[in-house]
């Protein structure tokens, strides 16, 4: 007698009855085909284009009134948004989103750079051929460097040749850091099939960013520096392009065979996810979340009661950062599923506890998981004048989310060379800087003021109205004797929540910066620019399921308790497809990230000696004359 298949799980009879409703509202009506010239036209335009399952979406009208902010809208214009809107939208958003439907299209859609990332389109009737971003292949062998280029290398290129040639049963020559116009495609086609062979075969631990300079290094880039003049932007355009070449060589082509692929083993794992009920809530888990934090509180206030300051603020600073994890699930819906529900419970804990927003964190997050790593669109790396985790911040680049130009002026010169040395010391003061951010959001009227979430930020600033009241009067002013003792309180407090800030930064600064263009696919960027940590199940609580990024990044709204049991599945997933899943423990992860701030702030040095090298040759010069 054959068994009956099991239950599906809630989560996927939600999907599934939210998914059939949608059909029955939409199988009235028939929606043309739009061909991709009309669509360009629309966007040149100015019309917010998506396509999202094979339709076109015309969401204008919904832009200011995303509850997530309108920068993720305006970087996926002119792109396929199906993942990224199943990733971070509940069943019931995207069944709201049938009303901007205005057309289909035929077969497979060739994304266009948005024009907030800089694309380019015709308007109506205008003749010639499509604008195309240059492809990374391209940019990674755009000019001939001579073999001084080398000089700026850092250990993108030795790393890449080390595990070249562990991983190879027979000799290869490594790959070079000199970007030759010589080399054919079949060659590099070669070097990326021998990268892809590697990362099946391989563990889920994978080298995936820049690892720590070398002495060697350091001296050849001095020596190389001091050989001549050189323009300091062509050094800088030389490590782009390594990086680009190293990324090609390490992950699956971009070829539309090859990213469907990927896209396809991506979406059947999320079923499988679904099917074995991953993305149900465990309420039992955040009861015992519920106690700690009652604990911690309570911890702080008997403390408090005591006078005995410096415990009183410990446990309320491991209480704000033990906290911030749940906040973090909410902000994804990843509690109850429902959006005013979890919305309420992250504001009550990120507002009314924490002195946080809710409503930032949402408008910077959800950009943050579309274009992760990319230093002109990601706000979550944009951390100047303090830190730079490339040398494409040296540019004065112009930040598409803060709508700003980022200066490598002096002070940004003085902190990045002392960079990897400040890291933790900075961490340690992070949250001011989200004080910063929550009220530059909230009062200068960055919400959306009409739509599901109009009063979300009226419910945000009673919050904080709250939060300054209990802790700035309640605790800081009443309860505590002296301004030095409060001082004292106020910093431990406050420096007792750094680990947070270096478990959200250890997932992201040591992986790539490195822009493949609008053809890489969802899943292969998500894990290319992000990494998890590898920690014991005891430990879980501590690190509240922000050492499960990678796996966060391609299915957000699973609850961070089910994260470690969707691991596997993500490991075969990676393994199936050829992309390397970054996994490190804390320490060696930490290392990892002061390597690419040592790396960075060389890189610094360099483009520093070049420029002097310059202005001392050109000042000889008119001596001369």
Known sequence: MASKPPPPSRAAAEDTA??????????????????????????????????VDQYVLKVDAWVKYHPGGDK??????????????????????????????????????????????????????????????????????????????????????????????????????????????????PELNQLRARSNARSKSAVSRSDSFTSISSIEDEKASAKGADDGPRDGMAHLDALTRQEIRLDLDKYPPLDEGTQDTVIRKYRELNERIKAEGLYDCNYVAYAIEGFRYTLLFCGCLLFLKWGWYVPSAFCLGSFWHQLVFTAHDAGHMGITHHFHVDTVIGIIIADFIGGLSLGWWKRNHNVHHIITNSPEHDPDIEHLPFFAISHRFFTNLRSTYYDRVMEYDIFAKFFVSLQHYLYYIVMMFARLNLYRLSWEYLLKGQAPKHGPAWWHRHLELVGQVFFWYWFGYGIMYKAIDGNWNRFVFFMISHAVTSPLHVQITLSHFAMSTSDLGPHESFPQRMLRTTMDVDCPEWLDFFHGGLQFQAIHHLYPRIPRHNLRKTQKLVQDFCNDVGIPYALYGFVEGNKHVIGRLADVARQAAILRKCQQTIVDGSIGHSHAH
């Open 18 to 51: 939210t998914a059939q409703q949608s059909t029955v509202k939409t199988a009235e009506r028939t929606y043309p085909f739009i061909s991709r010239r009309e669509i360009e036209a629309l966007i040149s335009e100015g019309r917010h284009i998506i396509i």
């Open 72 to 185: 993720a809208i305006k970087h996926m214009i002119g792109r396929d948004a199906t993942d990224e809107v199943n990733g971070l939208h509940s069943p019931e958003a995207r069944a709201q989103m049938n009303r901007y439907r205005v057309g289909r299209i035929p077969g497979r859609w060739k994304n266009f750079l948005p024009p907030i990332q800089g694309g380019k389109f015709r308007p109506r009737g205008e003749e010639g051929e499509e604008w195309e971003e240059e492809s990374p292949e391209i940019r990674a062998r755009a000019a001939n460097y001579d073999e001084d280029t080398s000089f700026g290398s850092s250990s993108f290129a030795s790393q890449a040749a080390s595990t070249e040639s562990e991983s190879s049963r027979t000799p290869s020559p490594a790959p070079s850091p000199v970007f030759d116009d010589g080399e054919s495609a």
